[in-house]
Nanobody, 126 residues
């Protein structure tokens, strides 16, 4: 099965930017819906962004639309989340996740994703 490793978290000031990365190994990630989720303490896991299995469509939650961008590298081994104009409410642990044979990518529902990275913490200071 695929293994996912998240990286790129850290501390940033309000209005700053950060880029998260997720590398896949162990099984081809091509054709998988690949997404980012986040979880603040004592909250559920919120869908942030996802890219479709054919890499032609991207999906964003309303809370990050226009500020975050999801993409993959040209060999489809790394997923990125470019985060601009960060706000304190964006502070959370960010997880990448993957789902194969899934036509519900646009739902950004954590229950649709069986494969997860370990998470990387992003803290945005006022």
């Amino acid at each position: 099965q695929v293994q996912l490793v998240d990286s790129g978290g850290g501390s940033v000031q309000d209005g700053g930017s950060r880029v998260l990365a997720c590398t896949a190994s162990g099984y081809p990630i091509s054709n998988a819906c690949w997404g980012w989720f986040r979880q603040a303490s004592r909250e559920g896991r919120e869908g942030v962004a996802a890219i479709s299995g054919d890499r032609t469509a991207t999906y964003y939650s309303d809370s990050v639309k226009g500020r975050f961008a999801i993409s993959t590298d040209n060999i489809d081994s790394t997923l990125y989340l470019r985060m601009n104009n960060l706000k304190p409410e964006d502070s959370a642990t960010y997880f990448c996740a993957a789902a194969y044979g899934n036509d519900r990518c646009s739902r950004l529902d954590a229950s649709d994703f069986p494969f997860w990275g370990q998470g990387t913490q992003v803290t945005v200071s006022p």
